[in-house]
């Protein structure tokens, strides 16, 4: 995430060069509610292109932009070498489960995001998925239509919002492949390192966080090193099953740590 006031700069950037070691076949770069570190999204990605070996992927977000606005960011990522983009519809600002509200000379979807970004340069366009469907789809075949919607309008890949199932994501694949679709799909791993990982994990994604692995947690709730231990132990045993399942990916959400995701990409059989 770029780096917002009062934020150690210098540890984020610590951490970028630990987790380059790891020899990412990306690393993605987010973008605040409403374009709020559009500024700081475009330094930070063009840094990493610029003084790393990593590819960086930037979030854009349709959100309270016109599409003058969204023209005009897509030219700053083009001028600053930036070739790589998320497109998403993003969340509301302020309140992620609250109404989403069309900027008037703006765009509806995300399927829409992707087409101007194919109109507007080179990228390679990437585009969210939803395991459990997308908060605001009423079933899971209307998500399924929308996320094939948003592929057949030219997106090369989706990354899933946080998977801690691996049930979960393979039933997304399927309803996937039956639709027709066969964009590559990569699932997003968040290793639990606190108590509050949890809640933090259900208000980004609008997904429950599974019942009897809640259960493991709670039951070690007062000592935070058995919190930490067991959250490494599941990503790991969660990261293998996929990789078993054949994911053309793994995404891990660092929140600008490395240690937590070096821990477990050490244990994976890709790397050992």
């Known amino acids: 995430m770029p780096p917002r006031a009062g934020d150690d ?19 993605s770069v987010t973008y605040g509610a409403g374009g709020s570190t559009r500024d700081n999204t475009v330094a930070v990605a063009a840094r990493i292109a610029r003084e790393t ?31 790589d983009v998320l497109a998403l519809r993003g969340d509301p600002p302020g309140d992620v489960t609250g109404e989403w509200v069309r900027h008037p000379e703006g765009l509806s979807y995300a399927s829409e995001l992707v087409t101007l970004l194919r109109e507007h340069g080179d990228f390679c366009v990437g585009v969210a998925a939803f395991p459990f469907g997308h908060p605001r789809s009423a079933s899971p075949a209307e998500d399924t239509a929308r996320f094939v ?4 309008a030219g997106a090369d890949y989706a990354i899933t919002q946080m998977v801690f199932d691996a049930d979960d994501y393979l039933r997304l694949r399927d309803r996937v492949a039956a639709a027709g679709c066969a964009t590559p799909i990569i699932p997003a791993l968040m290793p639990v390192t ?13 997904a429950p966080f599974p019942p009897s692995l809640a259960a493991r947690f709670a039951a070690v709730a007062d000592d935070p090193a058995a919190v930490r231990a067991l959250g490494i132990e599941q990503a790991i045993l969660l990261a293998r099953r996929l990789l078993a399942e054949g994911v053309p990916g793994l995404h891990f959400i660092t929140f600008n740590f490395a240690r937590a995701t070096t821990e477990v990409v050490a244990e994976l059989p890709v790397f050992g």
């Open 53 to 83: 070996t990593m590819l960086p992927v930037v979030h854009l977000t349709a959100v309270d932009h016109s599409v003058r606005q969204l023209r005009s960011f897509v030219g700053a990522l083009a001028d600053a070498g930036v070739t």
């Open 9 to 27: 700069a210098e540890r984020i950037w610590q951490n970028v060069r630990r987790l380059e070691s790891l020899h990412p076949g990306f690393v």
């Open 194 to 206: 606190t108590m509050k990982t949890i809640a933090r994990s259900e208000q980004l994604s609008g």
């Open 149 to 152: 919607a948003k592929c057949r």
